[in-house]
């Protein structure tokens, strides 16, 4: 299994990476495009500000590679969010993949949302063995919209979008790299998709 | 719903274990690494590891137990003491840490909340503030406690909140140490004036205090050291009688 995690300089990513070893997988961090096409699994993290990792994508032409990817590849927080079409964050237009905008969060409740909450109305192999109302660890201050790909959901003032599939593209808002033994396992379930 | 979050702090001198008693007498407490899993077992939300080491070769040796943490532990720690640049929080990022607090770095030079904010993400900058009441009125303090300032606690939350801090973290240095409870008082003034997490700090003697310090509080999160680390209050034991006080936690 070769896994990529791909490092485009956005963030803490040596948290996923030792999630995966703890799993028994070394991820190789890349940001070359010949090193994450031939990949069998990818992972697009991010942390950070919207428009300047968006940036850093295009500097180096994966914002045309990633969406073209045929692999499994998943989003994790501010991965998700750039795989959708727009975020409010810095104005940026996403990569489009998830057919649904990001928007932040209301004043109504702290932001950014930072701690624990449940993940519920589960539709994804992604979450196979994750039972509903599962605790997941979440930082963020932007939020996806509902659309038809969404495959489980939060509330935090608002009912929104927290991970979202299209084929072989899955996004989860959550941070299951740091979710413990359930976050593991959701990582698990996606090196066996 | 997001729960309330229940935050074990470790004092780290050179990659080891201590706990302040009023920040002063220090007893060793063990490895971190062995704690840390051990905690992230038992029910710990986050971790906050504060560095109190004085030498340069002892904040490397954090950075290698900061290292060993990420490897080891599935939740989320912070990583504070000692903080004043953006090199420093690169360094502690790059090790696997999550967050970092600073503390006096940024009263002596508040532009460093900004720039952590904008090249790391407001996410990870939590912001530990040190007041006591002088005459009724809460002053921030600086090195432990140790030195006061004339700047006013609420006054100063608010300028970090508006500099890009994602959390403020707030010890009062009268309840810290005393087991009498938090300062729910200072807490529910700084969770009502500002929109960040607001974590409680300094005073957990009993579980009502916890219970005491989300209702009246309004804290987001709280955090003690002694009563978790002599296993005064079992953090499961704590978290299901926070859920029975129709308190949410993870459980």
């Known amino acids: 299994m070769k896994l990529v995690i791909i490092n485009y300089g956005a963030g803490n990513i040596k948290s996923i990476q030792f999630a995966f070893n703890r799993l028994g997988i070394d991820a190789i961090l890349s940001n070359d495009p010949e090193e994450i096409l031939s990949a069998d699994k990818i992972i697009f993290p991010g942390v950070g500000e919207a428009s300047s990792a968006m940036k850093k994508l295009q500097e180096t032409g994966l914002d045309t590679l990633i969406p073209n990817l045929k692999q499994p590849i998943l989003g994790i927080c501010l991965g998700m969010q750039l795989l959708c079409n727009s975020t409010e964050e810095g104005n940026t237009k996403g990569l489009g993949v998830f057919n649904t905008n990001v928007k932040r969060f209301s004043n109504e409740v702290k932001v950014p949302q930072m701690g624990w909450n449940v993940i519920k109305n589960l539709k994804s192999d992604l979450f196979s063995g994750i039972k509903e109302n599962e605790y997941m660890y979440l930082v963020h201050s932007y939020y996806a919209e509902h659309c038809k790909q969404t495959i489980a959901t939060t509330d935090y003032g608002i009912n929104y979008a927290s991970a979202l599939q299209h084929n072989n593209f899955f996004g989860v808002q959550f941070h299951p790299e740091k979710s413990s033994l359930a976050g593991e396992k959701i990582l698990d379930n996606f090196l066996k998709l | ?251």
């Not at chain 2, 953006?86 to 770095?105: M, R």
């Not at chain 2, 707030?170 to 140490?177: K, L, R, Y």
């Open chain 2, 1 to 251: 719903m997001l729960t309330k979050r229940i935050i074990p702090c470790l004092d780290i001198k050179n990659g080891r274990t201590v706990k302040g008693v009023n920040f002063v007498d220090l007893r060793d407490a063990g490895d971190p690494v062995v704690l840390a899993k051990q905690y992230a077992d038992r029910g710990a939300d986050e971790l906050v590891f504060l560095d109190i080491s004085a030498t340069l070769e002892g904040r490397a040796t954090t950075l290698e137990m900061v290292l060993h943490v990420a490897e080891q532990v599935n939740i989320p720690f912070t990583v504070g003491g000692g903080i004043s640049s953006v090199e420093d929080v690169n360094a502690l990022l790059q090790c696997g840490a999550d967050k970092v607090s600073i503390n006096s770095s940024a009263v002596k030079r508040p532009e460093l909340v900004n720039e952590l904010a904008d090249k790391f993400g407001s996410q990870c900058v939590v912001v530990a503030i040190d007041a006591k009441q002088i005459n009724g009125n809460w002053k921030v303090h600086l090195a432990g406690g140790s030195i006061p300032t004339d700047i006013d606690l609420f006054e100063w939350a608010k300028e970090v909140e508006q500099r890009g801090a994602g959390e403020i973290l707030f010890t009062s240095m009268d309840h810290d140490g005393t087991k009498n409870g938090f300062a729910n008082e200072a807490l529910a003034k700084l969770s009502e004036e500002l929109n960040i997490p607001i974590i409680a700090s300094g005073g957990a003697g009993t579980i009502q205090h916890f219970i005491d310090t989300f209702k009246i509080g309004k804290a987001d999160a709280a955090l003690a050291a002694s009563v978790f680390h002599y296993g005064e209050i079992p953090i499961l034991d704590l978290k299901n009688e926070l859920k029975n006080n129709n308190i949410s936690v993870r459980l």
